[in-house]
């Protein structure tokens, strides 16, 4: 094993330049990889009998995975066996947070809106095609033979099952393509990221809440873990396993005194114009209650504030007798306030953006410059063209027009930029906290359906509906992991650079994981005969029959909801001139955006943890407030081992209890 010293590892490996030391960091690449893909393997035998065989719970959609939790403190537990067993395989911290880097990514790939949605979008036109639905004669002749399997007996063994196991001379060469597609987004986005990353880290300093519990969790001195050393972690942690524990016995025993999942402060509303405020619901949500300690006030303020407004919109429109179904259109506003939010923060990052692009004809660049960049600029910039342009051909190919492609993806890519920003500054642990399908609907319901036909005809309507799964999935915001790598890697002193090569690869290895664990299952029981069939299901249905709908009667213009998308766009430029001139500002335009999003999930835990710490600020100070970090980290830790490992890990019995607490962390 010498050649596996401990000396070796990845965050000193640089150092060496000789024959052999470089073969002594291939090989610890090599262990490091393959410990990794061997515990994101178990992860999906996990993940394919709790969220895919009896869906009891959808750990892959927490932020971060509740597998990258349970893999971190499994490696924290191990690695001090092996310290003492076999010190050349154990692990560094850097390592150890390489590999948690790497989870991240890996085991949210075959989540409910990534790969479970894409396999419901290939199915749904062909298993539920039928005369009455117009499917088979609409959309069979449009859908890209090369992406879908058009062959029926393929497709109807995956919704009821077969012998013969799953037909992958048929799936491979199409799952090989989707992969492409996944990597050139990927690549597209760490392009942005590379333009933007020294101006939110270096010079605005953005805190990055999320990364604070990785961090303190590999801390150690002498061989011991501060954090899991510290009272107020433990006091945290027990509360929210308290809670999570009596909802559990709850399950078992109905008559089990439990706190529940939510306090819904709208059931009386039962007469209008009361009626409109519902729902208003306080969710019990630890983990965002734990991270959002770490927020600062103004955002956490701005959100439930904006939540507010929201509702007060739906009373005045009750009130004067305004009925417009969604009315007052809290995705549609958001979906304005996430664009202008993206041209805000391109406008406040001009100057560097512009130094970053005039640096691409300078030849000389400083060792320090040279540390603290992902990409160069040269690369950056060759990524965001290469990657953007790849999609559009990609999409072009399989039947989309050329301006839909360009229009979709500039929004999609719009709306992850803004997330990327949200996790950098305000750290939501939520990986749906965007205005999800909007990125889609917005066309549609600005333009109508009619241009989509006359520039593009069926084809393109029927290939912009195969791919909803940019817009109603989640795999854009996955950019999240991709900044807060970065991050993790400014405060261990490693190359920028060491995440751009681990997170491609983390995309691939999550994708295979995803396709197998997933077709396996299906094929062997059935996707129909499934509890939770093929997540997406219905949302497909609804995308494909809206195509058929447009083709016998094209939809017009829906101006409310434009002019709803209008008003979230220009209240966030007010807020956001506002803040650039009035610096203290209590609105934040981040707190807006997201209160339209998910405004009805967040607001009371937010509403709750500001009032915290506006206490503790106000009245203890700011040396109080760092020694209750500890306390918050706990309760999110508790909460995500609990209700995450022990909860998520004992659902893969399949009982019926698991139904009477459902876990869902989306």
């Known amino acids: 094993m010498k050649e596996l010293s401990p000396e070796t590892t990845l965050d000193k490996m640089d150092v060496y330049t000789s024959t052999d030391s470089i073969r002594r960091r291939a090989l610890r690449v090599l262990w490091i990889f393959l410990v990794a893909f061997t515990l994101n393997?178990?992860?999906?035998?996990?993940?394919?009998?709790?969220?895919?065989?009896?869906?009891?719970?959808?750990?892959?959609?927490?932020?971060?995975?509740?597998?990258?939790?349970?893999?971190?403190?499994?490696?924290?537990?191990?690695?001090?066996l092996l310290r003492r067993i076999c010190k050349p395989l154990s692990f560094s911290r850097s390592e150890i947070l390489l590999i948690y880097f790497f989870t991240t990514i890996a085991s949210s790939l075959p989540g409910c809106g990534i790969v479970r949605f894409l396999f419901a979008l290939i199915g749904t036109p062909v298993y539920y095609a039928s005369g009455e639905n117009e499917f088979d004669t609409i959309l069979w002749k449009n859908l890209p033979s090369w992406l879908v399997p058009l062959d029926r007996d393929t497709i109807r063994s995956l919704y009821l099952g077969s012998t013969a196991g799953v037909p992958w001379d048929v799936w491979i060469p199409k799952l090989l393509w989707w992969t492409l597609f996944f990597v050139l987004y990927w690549v597209c986005s760490l392009g942005l990221i590379g333009l933007i990353v020294r101006q939110w880290c270096d010079k605005e300093k953005l805190v990055f809440p999320l990364v604070q519990l990785p961090l303190e969790l590999t801390k150690s001195e002498n061989g011991k873990i501060l954090f899991l050393r510290n009272k107020l972690m433990w006091i945290g942690f027990s509360l929210s396993s308290l809670y999570n524990a009596m909802n559990m016995l709850n399950a078992y025993f109905p008559s089990f005194p439990a706190l529940g999942k939510m306090f819904d402060m709208g059931a009386s509303f039962i007469e209008s114009p009361w009626s409109a405020l519902k729902p208003l619901i306080i969710w019990y949500r630890p983990e965002l209650i734990g991270f959002g300690f770490l927020v600062p006030t103004d955002v956490s303020f701005s959100i439930w504030f904006s939540y507010l407004l929201f509702k007060l919109q739906a009373l005045i429109g009750e009130l004067i007798g305004y009925r417009y179904a969604g009315f007052p259109f809290y995705q549609e506003q958001s979906l304005g306030a996430y664009l202008a939010m993206s041209a805000y923060l391109l406008y406040t990052a001009r100057l560097h953006i512009l130094e970053a692009l005039q640096s691409i004809f300078r030849k000389e660049k400083s060792a320090q410059q040279a540390q603290r960049e992902v990409l160069s600029p040269k690369l950056s910039l060759a990524f965001l063209v290469f990657g953007f342009i790849g999609m559009v051909v990609f999409a072009v190919a399989a039947g989309m027009a050329t301006w839909l492609a360009c229009l979709y993806f500039s929004i999609v890519l719009a709306v992850a930029f803004v997330y990327a920003r949200?996790?950098?500054?305000?750290?939501?642990?939520?990986?749906?906290?965007f205005p999800f399908f909007q990125q889609k609907r917005f066309i549609t319901y600005t333009l109508g359906t009619q241009p989509l036909l006359d520039r593009g005809g069926v084809k393109s309507m029927t290939a912009f509906a195969l791919f909803t799964f940019m817009s109603r999935g989640y795999y854009p915001?996955?950019?999240?992991?991709q900044i807060e790598g970065i991050r993790i890697s400014d405060h261990l002193g490693w190359k920028r650079s060491t995440t751009i090569p681990w997170s491609i690869l983390a995309v691939v290895v999550g994708l295979v994981i995803g396709y197998y664990f997933h077709l396996t299952p299906y094929y062997h029981h059935g996707a129909v005969r499934l509890r939770g069939g093929i997540w997406g299901t219905w949302l497909a249905m609804e995308e494909y029959r809206a195509v058929v709908s447009a083709v016998h009667i094209p939809s017009p213009p829906e101006m409310p909801k434009v002019v709803a998308t209008i008003a979230g766009a220009i209240c966030v430029a007010l807020l956001a001139a506002i803040r650039l001139v009035f610096l203290q500002m209590p609105i934040h335009p981040l707190g807006y955006a997201m209160a339209g999003a998910y405004g009805h999930l967040i607001w009371g835990p937010f509403f709750i943890v500001w009032l915290i710490k506006s206490l503790i600020l106000h009245y203890a100070g700011g040396v109080v407030y760092k020694r209750c970090i500890p306390f918050f980290l706990g309760f999110a830790l508790g909460h995500y081992f609990t209700a995450g490992l022990v909860w998520g890990l004992w659902s893969v019995t399949g009982a019926e209890v698991f139904t009477r607490y459902g876990v869902w962390f989306g």
Do not use: D
Request: proline share 7%; hydrophobic share 60%.
């Open 477 to 481: 915001e996955l950019i999240g992991y």
């Open 41 to 80: 393997w178990v992860c999906g035998i996990w993940v394919r009998q709790a969220e895919i065989v009896v869906l009891a719970t959808q750990v892959t959609e927490a932020v971060p995975p509740v597998p990258a939790i349970g893999v971190l403190l499994f490696l924290l537990i191990v690695n001090q």
């Open 422 to 433: 949200i996790r950098a500054e305000v750290g939501i642990p939520l990986i749906w906290m």
